[in-house]
């Protein structure tokens, strides 16, 4: 076996993680994101409203969620390796599929149902091991794995735009599919568990001398029975889920706004790019914040300056008005997606940190599920996206109250 000197003079793998996660990351966010732009081909090819055609996200957000809680369960025993991998080839084969569709219920089981459990097993089990890699520096860590989000935001939406019109919707799809399934797998092949599987410690934890000792290392932390039990995790919930609410009502209707707006195919996706750009700065920003001012200051903040920024959206009237959106959402929505792992490991440790964290991004997707749904019935019955995105903006002002109050688990639940 090597000794530790030689270990220590490598560059530490835990940076091979977070590299091989933020890929992941930009590859399905960016995927998942690049439904905005097939909205209005959608509608136009089937005749369906816009009610109907948001409701295939709702039941991706809803079959996300729910796989959510089995794939955080399933890291927590087997690692992100196989389980992200399995994920590459679901959201893929969901995305090909997707190519193929002739009805509405089809459009639900490709990707309400496979492509949905493909994204599932991707932000939770990497969440979550960059939780265990890094004891130190987690939320610039985390903030940096979520970055991904961000950059597959900038380009994939865009790109989809860009084959759509050389080619067609069908083929956009085809393209996306085989590229997410063939970079996602190969990605997952550099995951692992935690440091104990390189003989190491977590991130700004003293190293073992040896693998054992670094094997027979547990982590702290209470069980997914105990959280759940305790009121502070179900405010935690209705914040996150506050949050999903607004994220997914903007990112199925913002693109199909902006067009509405007078925005050219492209500007309008281009507004997707801004989001996704100014997101990157959010996420590494406010991730970094994280670990100075602790995740529930840069939590409650951010939601705060979300709220702000959909009554904004809901009085915008120019192309430049909708920009500013992007930069402003775009920077609170980055900013608020790396606290959820940190805050769970906080409040709750990392003892269950993937089932704990399943459950609570079941409760983001039960939001974000209803979010596209009733966002696009206000607009059908009003004819305007004012009072939908002024609701919006009040569902993310509640989500910083709850954030607010938020104690510590010790505080409230006995161990």
Request: net charge positive; aromatic share 12%; glycine share 12%.
């Amino acid at each position: 076996m090597q000794d530790q000197s030689s270990r220590a003079s490598r560059v530490f793998y835990g940076y091979v993680v977070v590299i091989a996660s933020f890929v992941v990351m930009a590859m399905s966010s960016g995927s998942n994101y690049s439904f905005s732009v097939f909205f209005e081909p959608l509608q136009e090819s089937f005749g369906w409203s816009r009610a109907a055609t948001a409701g295939a996200m709702s039941a991706f957000l809803i079959g996300q969620g729910v796989f959510s809680i089995g794939s955080g369960r399933l890291t927590d025993r087997f690692g992100p390796r196989p389980v992200v991998t399995a994920a590459g080839l679901l959201f893929g084969l969901g995305l090909l599929l997707m190519s193929r569709v002739d009805a509405l219920w089809q459009v639900y089981i490709a990707y309400g149902v496979l492509a949905a459990a493909g994204h599932s097993a991707t932000f939770t089990p990497l969440s979550s091991t960059v939780a265990r890699w890094f004891q130190s520096r987690r939320g610039l860590m985390t903030g940096s794995v979520m970055a991904g989000t961000g950059l597959g935001t900038m380009f994939m939406p865009p790109l989809a735009n860009w084959l759509i019109h050389r080619t067609d919707w069908r083929m956009s799809y085809m393209v996306l599919g085989l590229v997410l399934l063939t970079v996602v797998v190969i990605a997952a092949q550099f995951l692992r568990r935690d440091p104990s599987a390189k003989g190491l410690r977590p991130y700004g934890a003293e190293r073992l001398a040896d693998t054992r000792s670094a094997s027979s290392a547990a982590p702290t932390g209470v069980t997914l029975s105990v959280a759940v039990r305790s009121a502070q995790f179900w405010l935690l919930c209705l914040a996150f889920a506050a949050f999903g609410y607004t994220l997914q009502s903007v990112m199925a209707h913002v693109v199909i706004h902006s067009r509405g707006l007078g925005l050219s195919p492209a500007s309008a996706a281009g507004v997707m790019t801004f989001i996704g750009g100014f997101g990157i700065a959010g996420r590494i920003g406010l991730g970094g914040l994280a670990d100075r001012f602790g995740s529930k200051v840069i939590l409650t903040a951010a939601l705060g300056l979300l709220s702000l920024s959909l009554f904004w959206l809901m009085l915008v009237e120019q192309a430049w008005e909708v920009y500013v959106f992007g930069v402003v959402f775009g920077l609170a929505y980055g900013g608020i997606v790396p606290q959820f792992s940190y805050r769970v490991a906080e409040l709750f440790g990392l003892r269950a940190h993937g089932a704990i964290l399943g459950v609570s991004q079941f409760c983001v997707a039960i939001g974000g599920a209803a979010g596209p749904v009733l966002t696009g019935l206000g607009f059908d019955i009003l004819g305007s996206y004012t009072v939908p995105f002024a609701v919006c903006g009040a569902v993310a002002a509640l989500g910083a109250l709850l954030s607010s109050v938020v104690r510590p688990l010790s505080q409230s639940v006995p161990e």
